[in-house]
Every structure is written in C-alpha cells, then in structure tokens.
C-alpha cells in the first residue's frame, strides 16, 4: 500500500493557509491535492474544524472510483473535485471557498470581468460563471454535476483551465485551482481580490469596459509562460 | 433549589464565542439558553463589559413569571427571549445582536432573500422581516411585543422556527436561534454572513432573484434532517 | 499651581482608547477632557503618534485664552474643542476623528439620519451637518469658525448637546462628545457604527424613512434620563 | 564602490511598513528610495516574498542606466520608478501598490476627486488618472512608458509632484511618492484612505461636488510649506 503523506501533508498546509488568507467563511472551504502516479486525490474530511485538522486526517480517495483509500470520511464536494481533477489534467490543487465577493458575483449569475491589471497577472481574462443547474442534475449526483457544468462551460468557450485558474458556479461559490496546491491557494486569493476591486469599480463605474487586449496580454505573459520576466529566476 | 452551573457555563461561553465571531457591536449583543425540565431561561446580565462576564454572572430566570432566580439584572431583552422560548418549544438557544449587515437589512424593512447556496445551507427560505410595531404596542411592554412580532410572524407565513432560524425585527436588528447554544451562534453568524453577500449581491445586479427551489432544498437537506450527509457522522 | 495629573491620565486613556475602537485614521483624531473647576481643558499635542504619547505630554490649556498652562504645542484643533466647552456647559469630554463612514456622510454633505435603534439609543434623532463655512471664516481663524458653525447648528434647530451628542462639519468630518472623556470616545464610536449601518441601510432601500418617533424615544429614554432601566444600577 | 546600506536600510523598512499599512494586496507593493548623490535608486527584489526581504536583499540600481549596482533581480517596475526620479527631481521615495480603494479609482479612470479635508490635507486637488497606453506603448518598453505616462499627465496638467504627490495609472493602480522613503509611504497611505472616503461619498450623494478651493488651500497649508502650523516645531 502506498503512502500519501507527503500529498496529506501539502493539503494539510494548504487548507490551513486558506483559512490564513481569510477566504473560509463559515465553514466552507476545502482543498485537495493530486497524486497522478497514484490516481488518488486527497481532501480535508467533512465537517471537522479547522483547528482539530492534522495531516494524517487528510482523506484519500481513488480518483476514478471515489473510493476512499486512508482516512475518515472526505468533503461532500469531493465528487466535484474529482471531476475536474479528471477533466482537466494539468492541474494538482483545487479550492473551493465561499469568499464573500467571489460569491457575490456568483450569486448574480455574472461573469467577473477583467477590469484591471491585478486580474491580468492572475487570469488570461474574465472568470466564467456557469449556467444554472436543472432540476434534475440538482436532484441526481449534484455534486458530481457541479463539476460538469464548470468543464461544459471551459469546453463551451474553449477556455484553458490554467490560464483561466478558476471558474464561479452559479449562485454557489467559487473553486479555483493551479498546478499544486500551493498555486491553488494563491489564484483562490487572487480571485477574491479582483472580485472585490471589480465591485469597487463598477460603483465607481457602472459601464466599465473590460481591460484593453494588450494590457491584458502583457500582464498575463509577464507572469506566466515562455517570456515571463516577474520574480526571481528559479 | 436547583443548580444551573452547566446552563450558565453553556451562555457564558456563547456570549464569549459572539464576541469572538465579531458581532458583537458596541455593547449589543446577548446570549441566552434554556432548560425546559427547570422551565429557567439563563441570559447575559444587563450592561456588563463582556471582559468582565464570568459564568456565575448569568442571570437565570422564571420562564413563565420572569422572576431571577440566580444573578443579578437580566439583559433588558430578556422578555423577548422569554416569549420566543415559551412559544417555539424546539428552541433551546437564542441571541440578539445588532451586526453590521443584518442590522442593515433589518433597518430597511426587507425580508433577507435567498441569493445562494451558503444561504440554503442554514435557512429554508428568506429569513423574515416584522411588521413595524404600533405606537401602543411600543409605549408598553415593548421587550415582550418584540417577540410577539417574532412569533406573529412566523405563524402568518407558516413558517417553521428550525427551518428558518431567525428573524429580522423592523428598525431594529436580528434574532437567531438553535436547537442548543452553540447552534444560535452559528446561525446568528450565518446570518450575518449571508447578509453581507446580499448585499454585494444586489450591488452587482439589482434584480436578482431568489434561488431555483430545487437547489434550495438539496443544499437544505444535505445538512439537515434525516438526509443529511454533511459533517462526520456523529 | 495646579496639578492637572488626573485629567492628563484620562485624557491620554481616551486618546488610546480611541485607537483601540479603530477611529483614527492616519495621524487624525484627538481626544480632549476639561476641568471646570480649574477652567482648563487638556488634549493631545499636536503631531506626536499615538505610541509615543504620554499622559505627561498632554497638553493643558486655558480655557478662556487658550494659553498653554503644561506640555508643548495643543494639537492644532484646540481652539474648536475650546469653544464647543465654552458654549456647551455640560460636556466633559470631546472627541474629533476622521473616521470612515461618519466622514463620508460629512463629505456628502447629509445629515445622519436615525433609521433604527442603534442610533436611538445614542443620539435623540438625526446627527446634524453643519453648513459650510464662508471665505472669510476659512482664511480667518478656522478652527474657532469650525467650532462655531457647530453651536450655531446646534442653536439653530434647537438641539441639546447631551441628547444628540456629535455633530458632523461639513466637508471635513465628525466631533462627538460626552459628559466625560469615556462617554465621549463611546459616543464617537456608537457615530461611526451608525454611519455605516445607515449607508448599507440606502443601499439596500435608497428611499428608507426615518425611525418612528414612538421607537426613537422608547430606545433613547431605556439608556438615559430619569425612566433608564438599561444597564446595572449604579 | 559606494556602501549603500543605509538606503538599502530606510527602503526594507518602508517596504514593510507598506506591509503593516495594508496596502500590500497579493505581492504587490515596492517601495524604492533614492540617493542622488550617487545616482542611484534602492528597491525591492522582484518576486521576494516580504517575509524573506532582508535590507542586504534590497537591489540598487544605476539611476540612468539601469544596471543593477548591488543585490539580484530588481522589481519588474524598476523602470517606472527610474522615469520618475529622472523627471521629478524633488523625489526621494517611491511606493507602488494595488491597494483597493485607490485601485478601484484606476480600474475606473476616473481621477480621484477632493471631496474633504482629509484629502487637502495630503493633496492639493484631485489624484489624476492618466491616459490609456496604446498598444506600441504596451508592447515596447512598458514598464518605462507606463512612467512616461504619469510625467505627461503632470506636465499637460502643469501640476508640482509634491503638491500632487501620488497619481492612477489608469486601468492599473496608483503610484505615490514623497522627500523621502518614510512620506511616500504615509502618501500612499493617504490615498488608499481618501479613496475609500470618496467612494463612501458618492455611494452616499453621486453628484458631490469638488471641496471649496478656500478650504483646500487651507488645510494644505497648514500642513504644508511656509505657514504650515500643524505638527511639532522640528
């Protein structure tokens, strides 16, 4: 049998960082990391505070069967994380949160625009919001379908999940993700960031435009891929 | 005579955990429980600095006459706490604050509708904003009118106290409630929550509606009642 | 001479106090108490930050010529507090801050209005702004205008100091007061709470009326005068 | 080679109490300070978190090439701060942030408009936002032309860098500055604070209008240039 203790550990620091950057209201929030080589992922257990979570309560479940593989009982949204985990293989971190302004603009049903350059450095243009979920998809796995209404509306609008790091569902919340669980964490903040400075705007603004194309792509390329110049070379 | 050690410790450390969750405003805010074999409410005592409260200092009192049996001066809601006890029998925890966002809506005089799932999670439904009171009902035993309203309220809207577990009072703020202390903090605190994202929410898109009944009811039941699969299992 | 001790000491807990409650925004915010019986008040020197300041550098000055009786430079707004003591008898304590909210509305120009019992309870109806000042109380001797153009609201509308206990100068922000240091910093952080609550309150309904009369003083006489029944007896 | 410790030295600190002010949103904030002696200017590393910053870690660079003179990676926004002591010589610090309030103003194009005293006291008149970059400006030397930007809205407007000492660059965020390291800090600051007042403001009256040029003068003045009378005597 395998061990996931180092995946644990990441998610164990993850989900305590979460709570640090001030997005866990309530309750809700939960993080999970990815082990492709193992096909497992691993998820804070449902319903245990924040401050009683130690590494090894970490739950581990197989990927494609659900199964739980070490610990308790996992998050009730983990249907939604293994989905997207399977859909959309670049990624090895997931967030979800209900961070009050990223869910506000999800409660309104509208796409967060891209109105300045702190949104360009993070994401490669508006973050989608999903179309509502019918009744039936409500009723049946809802979960599961959660997560298949962000990858239809990533497919439906040809969006590449690690440029577009986060999607909000419809009158739920937000989940964002990254390449680890660490980047997961910091697009979850980033996207709580510009989804607060955007209401900010359009108080200031109600008919602000998106940010200009070129502003956008300078900002975006600044900090992510083949020509980066941002930070400390690594 | 009877000892009421457990229930005041209990009130004591949900006025403290009020304080900590941040909705404590000014000096408002008060906690109380109940102990329906002793029929005694125990509640904050009256314009006492939270930092100096200790349990032996929460006032218990008749349920039915409202006489102290322990303790000094009862906080000066007492009698609406006592009417929401003696009419809603599955209450056993109650708090009054005057949190920001609440308050808010309360002064207003809307019904906090539901936007989201965050929402669904604790409230089936809007919670509920009273009638304005008469000038008549105000000029005389005004703390016991303002739980009157409460429970008129909730009876003319058909409305379950568990289902719902607060109320908005016009002009005034909000009152939370829970099947033991520490549930009336939590809701009160989730109260709060989703008021703000309300808000928000309408900042964003003035006319949003009220969510689909079908995704009220899963996220409803998913933690509470006999389908519940939220948490650990207990 | 005098020793004015007593007086700096609770003047200089006030100024703290004031930190603590979050009111001083940059470098603004004073704290100032009086001594009838000497006829001087005390206040914080001008320029100093908050963590350096001692009781023994708080600055005594005569009330009537506004000599410097003990310590350095009075801050800069000595003469306003000197001239709303000298006018209005039964004050103790002042306090002025820019804070947030309360310095919104005085930069729009608006009257506080009372919409619910948060505000009742401090303030006897809406806290007045005052008029601009003229060109030449500006270029004059400003901050004696600034204290006047308070009376002279104050006398206008036929209010009491002590039942509406602040005033918000118009473009510039509030000054609130009491019958002693401590009840003035209360008052000024019971304002700021109000200003914020009553802003959210418009958000949610642009045309919200004020609190009924019958409320208003049901609220206003439960904490103060001879029918109070709020709080422990002294 | 010159030792340039004690700028290095005055530029941590002011890089962390860009920190302890809030205005650090995500990474982003950098503070530099200049010696003109020596032709160079003192900086944040690129992409170093603050909590690893140490003042040996501080990048100095060559004021009119460019050429790193001691540490690592400079900011990517170097070349921003470079323009901006090359054409404003009065400067001595620099702070660049995403702060919310102020970044809002950007993202919404809008100058900053002088709704209080609290503004005068900093500014004398509105904060301007520039121009949009056109796309040869975003694609060639960004960084630089994004300070060129901020020199021709001063110069077309014929404004003093320190009577003004902070501008939005639009669509962006604000720059601010100051004599030294320690004044650019408390400037920016300032304009996070009046940002927030003025959105407050006209959450509260759209159609505020602009503060009386009498009062503007006057409380500049007080704090500012010859006839400044507020603060210690130094």
Redesign the interface.
């Known amino acids: 049998m395998a061990d996931h203790g180092e995946l644990q550990e990441q998610v164990f620091q993850g989900n305590l960082d979460l709570v640090r950057a001030g997005l866990v ?2 309750t ?1 929030g939960n993080v999970s990391g990815v082990d492709r080589s193992e096909n497992v992922l691993a998820i804070k ?4 505070p924040y401050e009683e979570l130690r590494p090894e309560a970490i739950v581990v479940v197989d990927l494609e069967t659900g199964d739980v593989v070490a610990g ?2 996992p998050s ?1 949204d983990t249907a939604t994380h293994a989905v997207l985990y399977r859909r959309f293989e670049a990624l090895g971190g997931i967030v979800h949160t ?1 961070s ?2 990223a ?8 796409d967060l625009p891209c ?4 949104h360009a ?1 993070h994401f490669r243009g508006p973050v989608p919001v999903t179309r ?2 019918a ?1 039936d998809e ?2 049946g796995d ?1 979960e599961q379908r959660t997560g298949d209404v962000i990858v239809e509306t990533f497919e439906g609008r040809g969006l590449d999940p690690l440029e577009t790091p986060a999607a909000l569902v419809a ?3 937000p989940f964002a993700w990254g390449v680890d669980v660490a980047q997961a964490v910091e697009n979850a ?2 996207l709580e ?1 510009v989804a ?10 109600a008919e ?1 435009s998106a ?2 194309d ?2 956008l792509e ?1 900002h975006f390329t ?1 900090k992510h891929g083949p020509d980066a ?5 690594r």
Chains 1, 2, 3, 4 share one sequence.
């Open positions: 209201v309530l809700f257990p449902s319903g245990v308790e009982r009730s209900h009050r302004f869910s506000a603009w999800a409660q309104a049903g509208r109105f300045g350059t702190t450095d509502a979920l009744a409500i009723q809802y009158s739920h919340g903040t980033a960031t607060e400075l955007a209401l900010y705007t359009l108080v200031l603004k602000t940010l200009d070129d502003l300078r600044r110049y941002y930070g400390q070379p």
